[in-house]
């Protein structure tokens, strides 16, 4: 089992940077494949952008292409979120998964098997 908990949320004018952190308890960081997804208000959780263990393979959603970078450090049992130019619409809680089983991105949230609490991101205009 791992817990997950992330940091670096907040306000931010449109156009500015966040970086999101995912810190994972436990010694098996490494054997997860991770995601990020966020939830608007009124909205489903939606998928943001995925990596594999061993980071040889991500995926983005079509809407943070170029803007979001996903990335971890096992040795530091650590995912990252690096949000640039970011949008009002970017505004939703934004939660670190984690998930078992077989080493590729996975979209659906539906397969993450850890969740972390969820940290507020706001973008204002």
């Known amino acids: 089992q791992v817990q997950l908990l992330e940091s670096g949320g907040g306000l931010v004018q449109a156009g500015g940077s966040l970086r999101l952190s995912c810190a994972a308890s436990?010694?098996?960081?490494?054997?997860?494949?991770m995601g990020w997804f966020r939830q608007a208000s009124g909205n489903e959780r939606e998928f943001v952008a995925a990596?594999?263990?061993?980071?040889?393979?991500?995926a983005y959603a079509e809407f943070v292409k170029g803007r979001f970078t996903i990335s971890r450090d096992n040795a530091k049992n650590t995912m990252f979120l690096q949000m640039n130019s970011l949008k009002p619409e970017d505004t939703a809680v934004y939660y670190c998964?984690?998930?078992?089983?077989?080493?590729?991105?996975?979209?659906?949230?539906?397969?993450?098997?850890?969740w972390g609490q969820g940290i507020q991101v706001t973008v204002s205009s």
């Open positions: 990596i594999s263990r061993s980071s040889g393979s991500i």
């Open positions: 998964a984690a998930r078992r089983g077989n080493d590729v991105v996975v979209m659906s949230r539906f397969a993450y098997d850890y």
């Open positions: 436990g010694r098996t960081f490494s054997s997860y494949a």
